[in-house]
């Protein structure tokens, strides 16, 4: 077989179905953000069963999707140089215009921990689904292409907030390249906690918003 009949070959088989569960999915967070939980606090339940349909239907085993702890430490030791510079410039920039949140070290440690977990979540859903199903519906796309699609509705998620779009717009980008690298989502889900964490403890409200994205982002 020549390679331009593999490519060919290649070429033809788009999923189209993925790239349909992922608009579909998409446009159902969406309507929680902006209608559903203020009405139907509990519809997020029966979207995260889609979701892990979605995974049954595709033979995806947790592994497969990157929850597994092979590599973790490696990727948080090469994550803990940037992470750091992260950590020095946004609590100097918070200490020296006096907008740390006064939460205290058990505020600290319990507000870390949350983060982290939901971290873990929002790398989840970013990567462990959407942007596999990006990669099912765009095989012949460099990493990039993926990780940009991705990328795009992870910042539009948090509309109309644009200091968060903007935030996770990168940082989904990067977090979905590094992903398709390693397929590591704990160390991903830490990081993106302590990034997270350092924005609610040092940026005021007047430029985050509270982090709050959708019609709350009106109320402040």
Not at 106 to 133: D, H, K, M, P, T
Not at 138 to 155: D, E, H, I, K
Request: proline share 4%.
């Amino acid at each position: 077989m020549s390679p331009n009949t593999f490519s060919s070959e290649r070429a033809a088989k788009v999923n189209w179905l993925s790239g349909l569960e992922a608009f579909l999915v998409f446009s159902l967070i969406l309507t929680y953000i902006w209608w559903l939980r203020f009405h139907h606090p509990l519809s997020w339940i029966p979207m995260l069963g889609l979701v892990i349909a979605s995974h049954a239907y595709h033979h995806e085993t947790f592994e497969a999707l990157g929850f597994r702890w092979n590599g973790t430490p490696r990727m948080l030791a090469e994550f803990s140089v940037a992470l750091g510079a992260i950590a020095l410039l946004t609590l100097s920039a918070g200490f020296e215009f006096g907008t740390i949140r006064p939460i205290g070290w058990e505020g600290v440690i319990v507000s870390l921990a949350l983060y982290c977990g939901w971290g873990l979540f929002q790398q989840y859903l970013l990567n462990g689904y959407f942007v596999n199903r990006f990669r099912a519906f765009m095989p012949n796309r460099a990493g990039g292409s993926v990780s940009t699609a991705a990328a795009l509705l992870f910042s539009l998620a948090h509309a109309p907030n644009w200091f968060l779009m903007v935030v996770t717009f990168a940082g989904g980008y990067l977090c979905a390249r590094i992903y398709l690298r390693h397929r590591n989502l704990y160390s991903l889900g830490m990081a993106h906690g302590v990034v997270g964490f350092l924005i609610y403890l040092a940026v005021p409200d007047t430029i985050s918003h509270h982090l709050y994205v959708g019609p709350k982002w009106f109320s402040m």
